[in-house]
């Protein structure tokens, strides 16, 4: 089947601006991630979504960075005020839950949305 | 917190040579273990697990072994080729499987 889709591929944006990152996870997949993919700092953790629970902000590095997850699928990450640090490659994951804990399973990566702030 | 060590790139191998890359991690209870790789101009595809101690995961004639009594996972394989050329990114999830924590990937490049 298809696999982890991320809209835009590029985004170019101007410092200051906000922007949306959206990503369509395979379907059946109840969990969702978001990573962040930079020079300086290799492959980072921003959030989890997993079912109706409260997501895990844990990794999101400040409150200029949100997502939301509608209806158990699609999500859009967003980033307001946009600052050159946040210059990256963002990639979203799915899995679904597997095992006699129903732990999320294998993470599967969508091919990335490259932000660049001018 | 949980962690993982690899080996620093590039690593710069001809076709046919043998293929270790390290990893390290550090975690409490027992994660699962995977190895990602990234070819030039694609995504992170994953390309062996192990949830176990002991447990051997393959794929493309890639290897590792989950050894809890040194915490590594080592990345091997046999004979290298140029398409194998790409970056290697050694990753655990902790029981719970929420966030992959990554290490900072190794860059292979592969000449013939």
């Known amino acids: 089947g298809a696999g982890v889709s991320q809209s835009p591929s590029n985004k170019v944006t101007e410092k200051g601006k906000d922007v949306e990152l959206r990503c369509d996870p395979i379907s059946g997949h109840t969990a969702l991630y978001w990573y962040r993919q930079s020079l300086g700092q290799g492959l980072e953790f921003l959030i989890y979504f997993q079912g109706n629970s409260a997501p895990d902000k844990s990794g999101l590095p400040s409150d200029r960075f949100s997502a939301e997850r509608t209806g158990g699928s699609v999500s859009t990450l967003t980033i307001q005020r946009t600052q050159q640090e946040d210059s990256a490659v963002y990639l979203c994951a799915s899995s679904k839950l597997a095992g006699a804990f129903n732990s999320p399973d294998t993470q599967y990566f969508g091919p990335g949305t490259r932000l660049t702030v001018l | 917190g949980n962690s993982v060590t690899q080996m620093e790139g590039p690593v710069t191998l001809s076709e046919e040579a043998f293929l270790t890359i390290n990893c390290t991690y550090t975690a409490t209870g027992y994660p699962s273990l995977f190895w990602y790789v990234q070819y030039p101009g694609e995504g992170l595809q994953l390309l062996l697990k192990?949830?176990?101690?002991?447990d051997k995961g393959s794929n493309k004639g890639f290897e590792a072994t989950y050894r809890k009594e040194t915490t590594s996972f080592h990345l091997e394989k046999g004979s290298v080729q140029v398409s194998d050329s790409a970056v290697y990114f050694c990753a655990l999830s902790d029981q719970a499987g929420t966030a992959l924590i990554f290490g900072k990937g190794t860059t292979l490049s592969v000449s013939s």
């Open positions: 192990a949830t176990k101690a002991d």
